[in-house]
């Protein structure tokens, strides 16, 4: 039998982890877990020690690992049609999911564009923007806008409409011209405001960059709700409904990026809904299998569909795909995944969860080094600062979050920070008592690191 130490070894042998120093991966600083298996909300390593998944694995797991009726279906659809192109040939498991979209996306929602991750359901969604308006007649239309320290993904495409350096910086001579608008951050309001009570001010840079230069915009592309890498930095919906009527204003398609927040995490289907509008096209990943394979989906509408539409002499095919598009089995679960979100009311007994959180977490604000708690739907953060009255931020350097991150395990919950930001997305399948240990568990890890040394 290989044994742990084997198996690391062979890990950091052969394995390149994604965003990991893997020299620091590789010294004392932190030892890789080794996860031999999962159910429910936990996760388990090679030792038996078991963990809260407070992130939802990267915010993909929804109904908890290994359920029993998913499961199912992924073999059911193994053992009849595994793969088979999606060009010039289909499949029930995609036309049952794309029908199932957009009755749930509703009106003016029409059609649905398979790939298979966030990123490429972004630059799908960039290039079918860009085409529309050449097809329109207007090829001028090729800028688009996004806030600063947005994130889209990390393939070419959607990190050029992205704003984290770190993503970013080093590829800025590769990435297109994008234009960017500064991004709501109500904890360090420019305008000082409440974020209760505002009324989104902060958005008058878009409406100036709008009215300059929308003959050159395409598109505007934006995270719903909640800036989910940038530290999951979160905005009043009416930011949203204003954005959609600056888009109509000045003729430029909203391109809404649900990736992280579609299919209830924000306590509803999608967060656009919070806002009362349609975007022209939204792009939809995580949580849409509820965690089990990659796929994604770009759905837009007829009004775009109809610019692609015609004799095949003209040119207007949409010329995108990927060899896993809808992938059967995929998209079996997918189906399943909203047959049970639907059937088992998962987004109404995720209410009094939602409520659960905001009352575990409103006691972080009493910690010395705790300036910011937030909360949006099934999504909480805690943003850790060196001095609270100031507001200043920990050196980057300082991986205070890291550290957090690393306390937390020790005691059973997996809560991977991002910079100074803690934050709890676990499946919504957790009970209320598992929240409160969760909470309790980073409460205490945020102590002790913060406080103690
Ligand atoms: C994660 C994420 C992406 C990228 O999705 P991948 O599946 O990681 O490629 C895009 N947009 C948002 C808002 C995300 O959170």
New binding site residues.
Partial sequence: MTTKEEWIEKDLKYVWHPDTQMKQYEGNDFKPTLIVRAEGIYLYDIDGNKYIDGVSS??VNTLGHSHPKLNKVLTRQAETLEHVLLADFTHIPAIELAQKLVQLAGEPFSKVFYSD??????EVALKMAYQYWYQKGKPEKKYFVSKTES?????LG?VSVGGIDIYKKIFNPLVFETLKVNAPYCYRCPKNKEKDSCATECIENVENLFQNRHKEIAAMIV?PLVQ??AGMRMYPSCYLSKLRTLCDKYDILLID?????AFGRTGKYFAFEHAGIKPDIF?V??GITAGYI?L?ATITTDKIYNAFYDDFSTLKTFYHGHSFTGNPIACAVAVENLKIMEQENIIEKLQPKIKKLKDCTEKFKTLKHVGDVRQTGMVAAVEMVKDKQIKEPYPFTDRIGHKVFKEAMKNGALLRPIGNVIYFMPPYVIKNEEIEKLTEIAYNAIKIVTEMN
């Fill in positions: 990267w915010w991750d966030g990123s490429t359901a972004v994130y889209h993904g990390d393939t959607s995270e989910g890498a990026d649900e990736v992280a927040m792009c990943a995580k990659p994604a």
